[in-house]
């Protein structure tokens, strides 16, 4: 097996908190690693003792291993070099580093999913500070944004992002590819507490069965018990026609996105800051949610230096009906949030909701109701959210209920 | 332990913050008559190198320049081209800073023509000074610590040579006309009052009186014509700009959540911030609260920046005092609005002034490569060891009511807080606030901050929790190779030495 050379990663002057490896499979000579690192002061030891590890996890004895660093996290040095040797030999073996504890939280139904923040799949940089702009959802994009021939990197660079860095609390997002390489990115995903996964160009629900075959069977291998949710995207005219079918296809799909990039061109037409060429696929896919009872998410926004623009972006997209949108830079989220925040009506009825369930548990009733109405505990739920997030948009205060309580005294 | 000799010269370990007071009188240069220079005032001469002649330059000479021409400076390296030519051997360099345009002298260092650098130093001349090259041992000051060290005779300049945007034949300087135009050349005033002999050089020889005269003819023994003291657009950034990155903008936008809640922002205060992309961000939304809230701040120290500007047009900036200009619009603004002062760091900063503007200011913000959980700080090495940095006006600036460091947690995998600093350029005392993109951490010293700020929803921390959080993630470090031998000297503002830098083993 003389002469197997393989490559991964990314380099060049701008690259940041990532490597690039070039892996050679040699007959003799050992283990050899040459390494060029930015931090070598620092971490050369340590990524010498990964690299040495890693190639012996696999169990190559003879290869020359080039390490040129950027400040690659282990995380990111570690997938580089599985998915260079991935490339080079068969294996199902899989060189996983720790599950942070910070990343076992599981997602809801009911969720806010104001803003989700598109992030490149092949880019570590960009991953290590998504969690702290607190966007509702992070995606972790194995689509559109990774070149054909770093589809394998960025599945094991993903893999272990989802394992090693820091969500911040965020709802866990993968966009999977188009199928039949979606579903091999399922095992890079499922057994690593992916709570949603988005589906691209979804155009019928055999497509989502599919894909819940494929899930259930490695939940089942991998004991994962959490549901994984699906957001199918919606990105052509046969998709909008087929909506309400593919937001009924199984319970696992908790909103529809619409993606008009592709739906213009699909359409023959141009997409305009107007959005009228998009009017109606927007109204019928909201309308295909609502009556399924899902979310309706709109699409990304893509001019991300103009903030007014967003702003009259997403009042149109709520009125709409629409309840969240897509962030391609982090300062869109609080744009969003703000545009997407719950209005001074929603915010009253969602304190007399809860104020409601508070009295009923204080008093040990197993029922609550608001007048002469009972209130559904997922109702509850999603006014408690409601609050919460008026609460952290500086809506209200923290102590909302003794002003709401004193307000209704008075 | 910091060693008690430098270069030869007995030096005094840093004692705490104001326990070191020199007594005694200032150094003075020699009496000059007006017998020695032309009546006709003309002191133009045909060279550097004549001039440099004339001044009797010799082995050992101490020589120094101003950085207003910045990366563009296109007249130190000549200094010692001349040096060369002429066969003159261990030259002390004093500028107030370097830059990587600089870097040809390093030839002259291995060389032997000079034998030590006294001043700020970046990139390519902190690494060779770090690897051990120079002969002498560095020394840093701060912009207030240089005017302190000539003024107590702790440096004896022997020839200054100040590159000058537009004089007249009698050295009647200043730096507002010219292709070099840099708005001003304050860091320069020590140095034409204390040298022995001060040179001008200049690209622009204007007509008799060239006022303002910033450097005052009266202290200038010739004047030197050359094509082009600097490149223009290595001198001033065309634009500064306000950083794009999402990070560094939420790092500045708890900054300024942070001193609105604090109440450390409120109507007619002082305050001071750099040039650097996050800095700008935080003057741009100060600037937003200060409009919102119909206040202004009576005063902005520069150096200054078209943001800062725009504070002053649109009236939520009273007046701005300026040691340097760092875009054009600064430039144009100091020649053209009233409010807009020339302030030579000469007083703002230095130690040996009757009063110190940097302890009046309320809020100044400030950059360090690393702090400590101790709150030490450091800006003149990485952790890595190397000397890449100057001091600048950072230790001087410490002085102020409220100082705040708002850096990235970790920069490419290296986190900013340490257990220990690599080296101490500041004490913790006066280091008020941390501000990362995780989170707050305000000096257990400051318990009136602590106690005003314990209901904020803003992410207050200790520095210990993000000292961990950015351990967690960046995993921990080996400790770099450094040898024992000592290659700089890190001088506190009175003078006296707070920490060295050592050798770097590759």
């Known amino acids: 097996m003389s002469n197997k050379i393989a490559n991964a990663g990314n380099i060049g002057k701008k690259v940041r908190s990532d490597c690039y490896v070039t892996l050679e499979l040699k007959d003799s000579g050992g283990i050899v690693i040459n390494q060029k690192s930015k931090v070598q002061v620092l971490y050369g030891d340590s990524n010498n003792e990964l690299c040495k590890d890693v ?356 | 332990m910091v060693p008690t000799e430098i270069n030869g010269e007995e030096v005094i370990p840093f004692k705490g913050i104001g326990k070191h007071k020199p007594t005694g009188r200032k150094y003075a240069p020699p009496i000059p008559t007006v017998l020695d220079y032309p009546e006709d005032g003309n002191k133009v001469v045909g060279s550097l190198k004549e001039a440099l002649k004339k001044c009797g330059l010799s082995d050992g000479m101490t020589i120094s320049t101003h950085h207003h021409l910045r990366n563009g400076d296109l007249v130190s390296n000549t200094i010692f081209d001349a040096a060369k030519e002429m066969g003159v051997k261990d030259l002390v360099w004093f500028p107030s800073a370097s830059f990587p345009c600089n870097e040809p002298i390093m030839v002259y260092l291995e060389d032997g023509t000079v034998n030590r650098i006294e001043g700020s130093m970046n990139g390519p001349l902190g690494r060779f000074v770090s690897q051990g090259k120079m002969k002498g041992t560095a020394v840093l000051r701060s912009h207030g610590g240089r005017a302190q060290a000539i003024q107590d005779g702790e440096v004896k300049i022997d020839i200054a040579v100040l590159a000058a945007p537009s004089s007249d034949l009698f050295g009647n300087a200043n730096a507002l006309s010219g292709p070099s135009a840099c708005g001003v050349l304050g860091y320069a005033t020590t140095d034409f009052l204390y040298a022995d002999r001060v040179i001008v050089i200049t690209d622009n020889l204007v007509d008799f009186p060239n006022m303002p005269m910033e450097i005052q003819g009266n202290y200038v023994d010739f004047v030197v014509v050359v094509d082009k003291i600097g490149i223009p657009e290595r001198i001033v950034s065309g634009t500064t700009q306000i950083t794009k990155s999402p990070d560094r903008l939420l790092i500045a936008e708890l900054t300024a959540d942070f001193l609105q809640e604090s109440e450390i922002l409120k109507d007619g205060c002082y305050m001071q911030a750099g040039a650097g992309g996050t800095s700008l961000a935080i003057g741009h939304y100060l600037h937003q609260i200060l409009k919102e809230k119909g206040w202004k701040s009576k005063l902005g120290f520069g150096g200054s920046t078209k943001y800062m500007v725009q504070m002053l047009e649109e009236g939520t900036m009273e007046h701005i005092m300026d040691a340097q200009a760092f875009d054009l619009d600064a430039v144009a603004s100091i020649a053209n609005n009233k409010n807009h002062h020339q302030y030579p760091v000469f007083n703002a900063y230095n130690f040996h002034s009757k009063g110190n503007l940097t302890s009046m200011m309320d809020i100044m913000i400030l950059g360090a490569t690393e702090v400590d959980v101790n709150f030490n700080g450091n800006v003149a090495t990485h952790s890595d060891g190397y000397l890449l940095h100057g001091i600048g006006g950072w230790q001087n600036c410490l002085h102020a009511k ?89 001088k506190w503002v009175d003078g006296t030495v707070i920490d060295v830098v050592r050798k770097v083993i590759d």
């Open chain 1, 55 to 410: 190639l012996s996890f696999f169990g190559i004895e003879n290869a020359i291993l080039t390490l040129e660093d950027r400040g690659a996290l282990p995380l990111v040095i570690a997938a580089r070099i599985e998915a260079a040797i991935k490339t080079l030999i068969d294996t199902d073996k899989e060189y996983l580093l720790d599950f942070i504890d910070e990343n076992n939280y599981t997602s809801e139904k009911e969720q806010f999913r104001f803003s989700r923040l598109y992030l490149p799949g092949n880019s570590p940089s960009m991953m290590l500070n998504a969690g702290i702009h607190e966007p509702n959802g992070i995606i972790l994009d194995l689509e559109d944004s990774v070149a054909y021939n770093k589809k394998t990197e960025a599945q094991h660079l993903v893999r272990n992002a989802l394992r090693g860095i820091n969500f911040y609390g965020a709802e866990r997002m993968v966009r999977i590819n188009q199928f039949p390489k979606g579903l091999e990115d399922l095992k890079y995903l499922i057994p690593h507490n992916v709570h949603m996964l988005l589906v691209p160009k979804c155009e019928g629900a055999d497509q989502i069965k599919q894909l819940e075959k494929k899930i259930v069977e490695l939940k089942s291998q991998h004991k994962v018990t959490h549901s994984i949710f699906l957001m199918p995207i919606i990105e052509s005219a046969l998709g909008v026609e087929k909506a309400f079918e593919i937001a009924t296809a199984s319970e696992n799909v908790v909103a529809l996105a619409i993606g008009l990039e592709d739906y213009t061109a699909d359409l023959g037409t141009r997409r305009t800051n107007e959005a009228t060429e998009s009017f109606y696929a927007r109204s019928r896919m909201v309308n295909a949610c609502k009556a399924a009872g899902i979310q309706a998410i709109d699409s990304v926004f893509s001019d991300v230096g103009d903030m007014e623009a967003l702003k009259a972006n997403v009042k149109v997209s709520k009125g709409l009906g629409f309840e969240g949108m897509g962030c391609i830079h982090p300062r869109q989220i609080k744009v969003i949030h703000e545009s997407f925040a719950p209005e001074a009506a929603a915010i009253d009825k969602a304190m007399k909701i809860v104020n409601a369930f508070i009295i009923a548990t204080e008093k040990g009733l197993g029922v609550v109701s608001l007048g002469t109405k009972m209130i559904d505990p997922p109702v509850v739920k999603r006014a408690e959210k409601t609050i919460n997030l008026a609460i952290s948009l500086g809506l209200i205060s923290e102590n909302w209920r003794e002003d709401f309580l004193n307000e209704q005294a008075g």
């Open chain 2, 402 to 490: 409220n100082v705040i460091l708002p850096i990235p947690l970790f920069r490419d995998r290296i986190s900013v807080i340490k257990d220990e600093v690599t080296t101490i350029c500041g004490p913790g005392e006066m280091i008020d606030i941390i501000v990362t993109e995780r989170g707050i951490a305000i000096n257990p010293r400051r318990k009136d901050l602590i106690e005003k700020m314990k209901n904020s929803s803003l992410p207050i921390k200790t520095i210990e929790e993000l000292k961990a959080e950015a351990e967690a993630i960046c995993g921990p470090a080996q400790k770099p190779n450094i040898s024992d031998e000592v290659v700089a000297a890190i």
